[in-house]
């Protein structure tokens, strides 16, 4: 399996963790559930994909970050 093919699953795994994290959250707020369980683990998973997405795109987001601030430093 190549690394792109890995970098799709883990943000379609990252969009549907983010979708059900917000959709418990909602449910916890509207029926005022103090400690739903399900809602705080969807919550960890959706943390440790976010770090691991931009742990194996941190090459692009470096890279993003110089062009960024090279435009700025010229624009001034």
Not at 31 to 40: D, L
Not at 52 to 59: A, P, Q, S
Request: proline share 1%.
């Amino acid at each position: 399996m190549k690394r792109e093919d890995i970098n799709v699953i883990i943000s379609i795994f990252l969009i549907f963790s983010i979708c059900i994290t917000g959709i418990l959250g909602y449910m916890q707020s509207q029926f005022e559930f103090r400690k739903f369980v399900p809602h705080r683990y969807f919550a960890y998973a959706t943390l440790g994909l976010t770090a691991l997405h931009v742990y194996l795109n941190w090459g692009k987001v470096w890279r993003f970050l110089r062009r960024m601030l090279s435009r700025k430093n010229k624009g001034n």
